[in-house]
Each structure stands twice: as structure tokens, then as C-alpha cells.
T-cell receptor
Framework: GENVEQHPSTLSVQEGDSAVIKCTYS??????FPWYKQELGKRPQLIID?????GEKKDQRIAVTLNKTAKHFSLHITETQPEDSAVYFC???????????FGQGTELSVKP | GAVVSQHPSRVICKSGTSVKIECRSL??????MFWYRQFPKQSLMLMAT?????????EQGVEKDKFLINHASLTLSTLTVTSAHPEDSSFYIC???????????????FGQGTRLTVV
């Protein structure tokens, strides 16, 4: 089955700096790669997603890149703000009944 | 976007009792729903895939007799934690994929989650 690895587990940046979180996946059949932001005790919130027919997608300060050959994808947050502080999860989904497999998570801390 | 509602949001039960958690898709039909468990400071671990009208598919290591899943309608899946023990205390969360386009590579919508505490 699919296995998703996420790094780093914790990331601390100064306000205004950029943050990058990286994930790798194992199943070459995976074709959907969402990123979620989760605040303590809350449900995950989708912040951006990318499908396998696209190499890069951007939404304001957030961008995701996908390298299918290397089977890795990354989340880029620019001009970070304290309210970006949360746990971020990557996930992958393919032809396995639609289930999402999550990475281990990255705790992002943005210091004012 | 589509709405998935989960109930209850919090539950405390005594060791040895059973607890039922409901997951409803409010504005779309979901033939498949997914149940995850999340321990503190850990990731969402997929427990099982709930299939409407048929048996659930459990992930390796998940006890199907302990975590009973029923998906009797296109809008409701239930997870029952049977004979709960303190180690079952966790955050349980369900999800369903958006039906838009009928493709599997569509957005997943999550319920609010259920914080289960077994005392």
C-alpha cells in the first residue's frame, strides 16, 4: 500500500520568512496530493491540492510542487504570519478506493 | 463545499462499555466514507473504509470486532468502539470524498472529529 513520509517534523521560522515542507510517496499510481492545516482539536482543513497532471499550483502565499518521477511533493508558504502556526499534513491518494494516506505532520511555528 | 457532520464531538465512557460515533454527509451521498484515528501529536491513521451496503474494509492491525462499522445508508456511517479501554482514548474523525466529477482524485471533507476518553 501507499506510504507517505513527511519532513521536517517541526519547523520554526521568523515572521515574513518562507517555510518549506517536503513529502515523498511510495505508490506511483497515486494521483492526488492534498495539503491540510490542522489546529489543535479541530478537523484538518484543506489549504491546497495538486493532481498528477500538474507540476505546480499556487494560491496567494501558498504553492505546491509535484515531481512524479521522484515521487515527491512540497508545500511552500511565503511571507509567513503568526496565524500560519499549526500542524500541516500532506497526503496521497490513488486507485485504492479513494482513501487518503497521511504523512506524519509538520508542526510549524512562526515567531513574530 | 460538501459538509460532513460527526457526532458526538466529545464523549467520556467507562472502561468496558461501547461507544457509537456517527458520521453524516449532509448535502451529498457518500457510498464510501473513511474512519481515522489520531493520537496526540501524531498523524491521522486510516482505520477502515466504510462501504454503503457492504462490509467495511479494515486496515492492517485494526481489529474489526472491536471497531464495528456500519454504513446502512448513503448519508450515514457509524463507528462503534466496543468494550472500550483507556488505550482506545483518541480523536476519531471521519471523511468522505466529494462526489463532484465522480473521480477519486477529489477533495476529501472531514467531520468535526470525536474526542473519546475512556476512564
Amino acid at each position: 500500500g501507499e506510504n507517505v513520509e513527511q519532513h521536517p517534523s517541526t519547523l520554526s521560522v521568523q515572521e515574513g520568512d518562507s517555510a518549506v515542507i517536503k513529502c515523498t510517496y511510495s505508490d506511483s499510481a497515486s494521483n492526488y496530493f492534498p495539503w491540510y492545516k490542522q489546529e489543535l482539536g479541530k478537523r484538518p482543513q484543506l489549504i491546497i491540492d495538486i493532481r498528477s497532471n500538474v507540476g505546480e499550483k499556487k494560491d496567494q502565499r501558498i504553492a505546491v510542487t509535484l515531481n512524479k518521477t521522484a515521487k515527491h511533493f512540497s508545500l511552500h508558504i511565503t511571507e509567513t504570519q503568526p496565524e500560519d502556526s499549526a500542524v500541516y499534513f500532506c497526503a496521497a491518494s490513488g486507485n485504492q478506493g479513494g482513501k487518503l494516506i497521511f504523512g506524519q505532520g509538520t508542526e510549524l511555528s512562526v515567531k513574530p | 463545499g460538501a459538509v460532513v457532520s460527526q457526532h458526538p464531538s466529545r464523549v467520556i465512557c467507562k472502561s468496558g462499555t461501547s461507544v457509537k460515533i456517527e458520521c453524516r454527509s449532509l448535502d451529498f451521498q457518500a457510498t464510501t466514507m473513511f474512519w481515522y484515528r489520531q493520537f496526540p501529536k501524531q498523524s491521522l491513521m486510516l482505520m477502515a473504509t466504510s462501504n454503503e451496503g457492504s462490509k467495511a474494509t479494515y486496515e492492517q492491525g485494526v481489529e474489526k470486532d472491536k471497531f464495528l462499522i456500519n454504513h446502512a445508508s448513503l448519508t450515514l456511517s457509524t463507528l462503534t468502539v466496543t468494550s472500550a479501554h483507556p488505550e482506545d482514548s483518541s480523536f476519531y474523525i471521519c471523511s468522505a470524498r466529494s462526489p463532484t466529477g465522480g473521480s477519486r482524485n477529489t477533495e476529501a471533507f472531514f467531520g468535526q472529529g470525536t474526542r473519546l476518553t475512556v476512564v
